[in-house]
């Protein structure tokens, strides 16, 4: 489908079939096809004149002149047959020649310069022109010329003698004769010429009509008809013109839909396509005439906004932006919500061109982005900050994971009801030879961002399983291994025979470890996740709910996916002994917990006042600071054997 454009001269060019770019053109074959046809006729007219004039003077008993005319009659029928043989220019030279004598005769048999056959040359001429040269017309008129001369120098030398005829009826026939013929000719031309002018002007409109489809190529997009880059371009350029004589603002606004993909995904890229020209429709509504709303490229499109009086203003806009989009669109009878992000670069503050004005206005839509969604934000020099820092740090965890800079540190977790360790989680840890260790909350994201997650993330569960055998080597009992899983690498394919792969290598039985997943990772993608944990949970692998209490703690998914534990987010914990309500909350995750059939891991224990409330509660495991942070491999080994020694005394 094609959205309807504004009224405007380039949007109203035809949008046909690239074969009505250029005009179809003439091929000899029909050129030659219409003069073969015109020769035929002309042919036709010349033998039926001829033998009106030869009965004429066969009536009239000339007979030296009925057989001349009549001889010409023959040669005129050869010269048509040469023509239905596609013969042409054998035809046409058959003709001329046949005329040119047979009239040149007549006219120094009969009258000479007062012969009817002088009537006939210029018809000849006509022929000529029509189906013949330049060169060959000329040489004709010339020969037409001579001939003349040579008619009247015979006739005043006293060479021949031209006797003048009386008017008869029979001369007046055959005066109309050739005026009848030679007004075919004239006729038939003028109406070749008057089709060709029709056709000229045809492919005049044809070529008009193909540039303002090029025009329409070159600077709009084909399904909305909204300006593209180039045109964004060149129309940013003359704003920026407009504010800065004008000394007032302009502002580039970088908008893309937050669920658009869902739409297309869903409903068809049909569906999707109305759904961008409605939202082009709305853009437009949302601006001023002098102002542009662009599409760059699928669902992100460009306002361009000139002689701004202050960010105020612009924020307005933006304003009324969010909102219009913020209602329903009715696609195939669907109500559906299409919300998006918003960035705002300014003019001449954020940049002076538009490459830099954009690149800042699509950092600014990102952080919307991370704001959330269904927002807008202006640009700000600390976003730029963030964007090279985000760099550096993906570079440095590129090469990070090959220089042995990760580790991987175990926070062991406690059954609260006996106090012995029953397992510990891993946590990736980055100690960078320059900066130290790097909190994951800085490069776990950046990970995620540029796919070297799931690179990181099947080193980890390697390394983990690994341990987690060595650990049963050692004596330290049958723990269990906690490893976070971050949706990005969970939604691969082959997040199965990563965790399978991992198991064998180490000779770890499956029970051994516990895949920690996110609430939003089981609620974006219910149906394959749901598919992939059957399919482990066959082998013995264990589930859990991470930070369950901060996302959206939908019970519909706990009884869906049949995972095993949650673990309380740590914010939780740490607030109990000051917060009411933080601590109302543990308790009903606790008891709905419960009531599911589900364990309980508490996260952030760091007192035993804590400890002894989340025990009252029936918290059935727990780890924090109150024992031990996240140690070294080796560190936890100690820390275990330690911790069983002084169980055992």
């Known amino acids: 489908m094609v959205c309807e454009p504004k009224d405007t001269p380039d949007s109203r060019a035809p949008m046909n079939h690239p074969s009505a770019i250029t005009p179809p053109p003439v091929h000899e074959d029909m050129v030659i096809a219409l003069q073969k046809r015109r020769l035929h006729q002309i042919l036709r007219a010349i033998v039926a004149a001829f033998l009106v004039a030869c009965a004429l003077s066969a009536f009239k008993g000339v007979w030296l002149t009925t057989a001349f005319e009549f001889g010409a009659v023959l040669l005129l029928l050869y010269a048509l047959r040469l023509n239905q043989q596609d013969q042409l220019s054998r035809a046409t030279g058959v003709m001329v020649t046949t005329l040119v004598l047979v009239l040149s005769g007549l006219m120094a048999m009969d009258e000479g310069l007062h012969d009817e056959a002088v009537l006939a040359f210029p018809g000849l001429l006509v022929f000529a022109?029509?189906?013949?040269?330049r060169r060959l017309f000329l040489a004709l008129l010339s020969l037409v010329l001579a001939l003349f001369a040579a008619v009247?120098?015979?006739?005043?030398?006293?060479?021949?003698?031209?006797?003048?005829?009386?008017?008869?009826?029979?001369?007046?026939?055959?005066?109309?004769?050739?005026?009848?013929?030679?007004?075919?000719?004239?006729?038939?031309?003028?109406?070749?010429?008057?089709?060709?002018?029709?056709?000229?002007?045809?492919?005049?409109?044809?070529?008009?009509?193909?540039?303002?489809?090029?025009?329409?190529l070159a600077h709009r997009e084909s399904l909305t008809h909204l300006p593209n880059r180039a045109l964004a371009k060149d129309r940013?350029?003359?704003l920026i013109s407009l504010s800065r004589r004008n000394q007032t603002m302009a502002a580039v606004m970088f908008l893309d839909l937050d669920n658009f993909k869902t739409v297309n995904d869903s409903l068809g890229h049909a569906a999707g396509d109305q759904l961008l020209c409605q939202v082009a429709q709305r853009l437009q509504e949302c601006v001023r005439d002098s102002d542009t709303v662009a599409r760059l490229a699928g669902d992100e499109f460009l306002l361009l906004l000139g002689d701004m009086a202050d960010e105020e203003?612009?924020?307005?806009?933006?304003t009324k932006v969010m909102q219009r989009l913020g209602t329903v669109f009715n696609v195939n009878g669907l109500d559906i919500m299409a919300t998006a992000s918003l960035g705002v670069a300014v003019y001449p503050r954020d940049g002076v061109d538009m490459d830099m004005l954009l690149k800042n206005a699509d950092l600014a839509m990102y952080r919307a982005k991370d704001a959330g969604r269904n927002a807008f934000r202006f640009f700000d020099p600390a976003m730029n900050e963030s964007v090279v820092e985000h760099l550096h740090m993906a570079s440095g965890l590129r090469a990070a994971l090959g220089n042995g800079e990760l580790r991987v540190h175990y926070q062991p977790q406690f059954d609260l009801r006996s106090g012995r360790i029953v397992g510990a989680e891993a946590l990736l840890r980055w100690k960078h030879p320059n900066l130290g260790f790097i909190p994951p909350n800085k490069f776990i994201p950046v990970a995620e961002r540029t796919g070297l997650i799931n690179d990181v993330g099947a080193w980890v569960l390697e390394t983990a399983c690994r341990e987690a055998q060595e650990w049963r080597t050692q004596g330290l009992g049958d723990l269990v291994v906690a490893v976070n899983v971050s949706p990005i690498q969970f939604r691969r394919d082959d997040i199965e025979r990563e965790v399978g792969n991992a198991l064998e290598r180490c000779a770890l039985p499956p029970s051994a470890i516990e895949l920690e997943l996110t609430e939003s990772l089981l609620v974006a993608d219910a149906q394959h996740v749901s598919a992939v944990l059957q399919r482990l949970r066959v082998l013995g692998v264990k589930f859990a709910i991470d930070d369950f209490g901060t996302g959206y703690s939908n019970l519909g998914y706990l009884q869906r996916f049949a995972v095993q534990r949650l673990k309380i987010d740590q914010s939780f914990v740490r607030n109990m002994g000051t917060s009411a309500h933080d601590e109302g909350i543990v308790r009903a995750i606790i008891e709905m917990a419960h009531c599911l059939q589900l364990e309980v891991v508490a996260e952030g224990i760091e007192d035993a006042v804590m400890l002894s409330k989340l025990q009252a509660f029936g918290c059935e495991f727990g780890q924090g600071f109150y024992w031990s942070p996240a140690l070294p491999a080796a560190e936890f080994t100690a820390f275990v054997q330690k911790h069983h020694a002084a169980t055992a005394a």
Do not use: C, N
Not at 129 to 133: I, K, R
């Open 129 to 133: 022109s029509m189906f013949s040269s």
């Open 152 to 216: 009247y120098a015979l006739g005043a030398g006293g060479v021949l003698t031209f006797a003048p005829q009386p008017q008869t009826i029979g001369r007046l026939v055959l005066l109309a004769v050739i005026l009848l013929v030679t007004a075919l000719f004239v006729w038939l031309l003028a109406g070749d010429l008057r089709r060709a002018m029709r056709q000229l002007e045809t492919d005049k409109r044809a070529l008009i009509d193909s540039h303002a489809r090029i025009e329409v």
């Open 236 to 238: 940013l350029e003359q």
């Open 313 to 318: 203003a612009i924020a307005a806009t933006a």
